[in-house]
């Protein structure tokens, strides 16, 4: 028996990779049925393949009975804390923080931007060889609140600063302070939302977060306001938005949507207002080398039974202590 770690990277092209393991090589295949690369049962670390659809992604889960860590590359987990808790107790759950927080970032700004300025009408007068020029908001002098103030709300905020903004404020689940200033608590957004130009949604998916920006939410938003959604599709209320921009009273930016893919002649593709990218805010040249040193600090933290990072949830604990 041996302690094997399936690696959707191949682990000639990670440097520094802990004595100690043996490493295989598994991300599911191009058509996701690649065979398992070795006996589940002596896999003790699974990292799970990158933008790959999600029974691909859950599907080693189940044989797993052994394994100790599962380690996904993307910020997000709620699309494998399901199948990972049903494993037996001690297995945890850990996320990529650190790995994309500079390109969900730049994308957030990109959108703003793009959105404030004009960008995609000019692309449409541009295809048509029409100058069409005209005033826009900038991004100097507004208001921008943050809604989900982890390490990513916190590098957009690092990005907004040469903006020359008026105003940043945030919140995340609890309030706290920081050296930039306080963290609303989520229950302070129906006094921060009136006053802010622009929304930016950073949060992860959870039953908290399903469907936070709903009809009460939206309504809250000042005339003119763009919301931005680099978190989860399904944090707003696809609908509720559809009613909202549809009268030109807000604007929005995604980069999430609900449903995801967003499938041809969907209402959101043509609505007025909206800009979407498909979900792409991690996906970028700076992926590849912040996930292999986070896969060589993880697994050498995992070797020498050090405190792993970036724990989410620890299978068999007691709710809260994940």
């Known amino acids: ?69 599962v380690q996904t590359l993307t910020a997000g987990v709620d ?20 790995v994309h927080e500079a390109s969900t970032a730049e994308l957030a700004l990109t959108l703003t931007l793009a959105s404030l300025r004009g960008v995609p009408g000019f692309v449409r007068a541009q295809d048509e060889g029409s100058w069409a020029g005209g005033f826009r908001p900038a991004l100097a002098d507004r208001s921008v609140l943050i809604v989900g ?6 590098a957009i905020e690092d990005r907004l600063v040469p903006f020359e903004v008026a105003r940043v404020a945030r ?28 929304v930016m949604l950073v949060t992860p998916l ?5 469907g936070l920006a709903d009809a009460e939410f939206l309504a809250r938003m000042k005339d003119g306001a763009l919301l931005v959604n680099v978190g989860r599709g399904p944090v707003v209320d696809t609908k509720a938005l559809l009613t909202e921009v549809e009268t030109g009273r807000i604007t929005a930016a995604l980069d999430v949507t609900d449903p995801e893919p967003l499938p041809p002649g969907h209402p959101l593709w043509s609505a007025p207002g909206v800009l979407i ?25 995992l070797v020498n039974r050090e405190p792993l990072r970036n724990v989410v949830l620890t299978t068999g604990d007691r709710p809260g202590r994940g």
């Not at 792409?280 to 986070?294: D, E, I, N, Q």
């Open 1 to 69: 028996m041996s302690d094997d770690v399936w690696l959707p990277i191949r682990p000639e092209e990670i440097p520094q990779l802990p004595v100690g393991f043996r490493y295989l090589f598994w991300d599911g295949g191009e058509d996701g049925r690649q065979p398992f690369p070795g006996d589940p049962a002596d896999c003790v670390a699974y990292v799970v393949p990158y933008m790959k659809p999600h029974a691909v992604r859950v599907r080693p889960l189940e044989a797993l009975r052994t394994v100790r860590l």
């Open 79 to 98: 699309d494998v804390a399901g199948p990972v808790s049903a494993l037996p107790p001690g297995v945890r759950l850990c996320n990529a923080r650190g």
């Open 149 to 154: 103030y982890g390490s990513i709300g916190s």
């Open 171 to 198: 919140v995340a689940r609890s309030a706290r302070t920081t050296a930039r200033g306080p963290v609303h608590p989520i229950a302070a957004l129906p006094e921060l939302l009136p006053e802010a130009d622009v």
């Open 206 to 210: 959870t039953e908290e977060t399903r």
């Open 277 to 301: 990218s498909p979900h792409v805010g991690g996906p970028t040249s700076a992926f590849l080398p912040r996930a292999k040193r986070l896969l060589t600090d993880q697994l050498t933290r």
